[in-house]
């Protein structure tokens, strides 16, 4: 019997950060609208509550990037969610370029208003200046290259890439300002600290990837079983315990140590890989509320 208890303890804030959260309520001064981006298989666990207070005067659409691996019926239940409550929001594959016009659609259509205040000042032919918002690892730099059409920010699978601020001119009618990836300085929900790890937004020297992957394994057995079994061609018995079914995935896909002992790191790694890469499919974390 597995009586493994869900212990997970995930603190992580570079001393870089507070900097950079002070550096962006500079900024915001010059800053007409703030774009931000989440990560559509947990837009919840991936938007940090900190942007709440920056955008109260701006306006604002929200992202959800990386729609090609979320599952897309949860992603339309989240559009309506954001139409409810009276937000704009997009979902984007910046990996194709699929959701871009309809985000530079959204900025010239919200920047309208403000263009129409800077004209009565005497300030013709301004551009919209767009704040790009965005935790670490969530595809910002990917979304800022493709809705420039050219590689312009650096972009890298670990978070942290992006060090420091950069303004890149999309066309003649928006400018886009990068920021660095900023977390909130304590993740005291232990299920957004989780969806976080899950999606590789936490440095690895903050986790356990162990516990991490039996925890994902866990509710991937309880709410994309057909998925699991698929891509590790196995059969997944009712009431079988999570330890066994990665044994299973390990046997399987040859992770083991001499001896025939299950590599447990392997294993592991394999399978929050093949979830963060869409090996295992489409699968969404969060439910709108």
């Avoid at 990996?95 to 800077?118: D, S, W």
Wanted: charged share 30%.
């Amino acid at each position: 019997m597995d009586n493994r208890q869900n212990q997970t303890n995930i603190n992580w804030y570079p001393g870089h950060m507070a900097k950079t959260k002070k550096q962006i309520i500079e900024d915001l001064k010059l800053i007409d609208i703030i774009i931000e981006i989440l990560d559509a298989r947990a837009p919840e666990s991936s938007q940090n509550p900190d942007v709440k207070e920056y955008s109260k005067n701006k306006k604002k659409i929200v992202v959800l990037n990386k729609a090609d691996l979320a599952d897309d019926i949860v992603t339309t239940k989240w559009i309506e969610y954001y139409k409810k409550n009276n937000i704009v929001c997009v979902k984007v594959e910046s990996n194709t370029g699929k959701g871009m016009k309809e985000v530079i659609n959204q900025i010239k259509l919200a920047y309208r208003e403000i263009e129409e205040k800077y004209i009565q000042k005497g300030r013709v032919g301004r551009s919209a200046r767009v704040m790009i918002l965005g935790i670490p690892n969530v595809g910002k730099s990917t979304f800022i290259n493709s809705l420039a059409k050219r590689s312009v920010a650096k972009v890298g699978n670990k978070p942290g890439v992006t060090k420091n601020k950069q303004w890149i001119k999309v066309d003649s009618k928006i400018e886009l300002l990068d920021t660095p990836g900023m977390l909130w300085p304590k993740l005291n929900d232990k299920c957004v600290a989780e969806h976080l790890a899950y999606l590789n937004t936490i440095g690895e020297n903050a986790i356990d990837n162990e516990e991490i992957s039996y925890n994902l394994l866990k509710y991937l057995v309880e709410n994309y079983k057909e998925e699991v079994e698929k891509r590790y061609e196995i059969k997944i018995e009712e009431n079988e315990e999570i330890i066994e079914i990665r044994d299973k995935i390990a046997l399987k896909k040859g992770a083991i140590l001499s001896g025939g002992k299950i590599n447990e790191q392997k294993v592991s790694d394999m399978i929050l890989n093949d979830f963060r890469t869409g090996k295992l499919g489409r699968i969404s974390l969060e439910y709108p509320t």
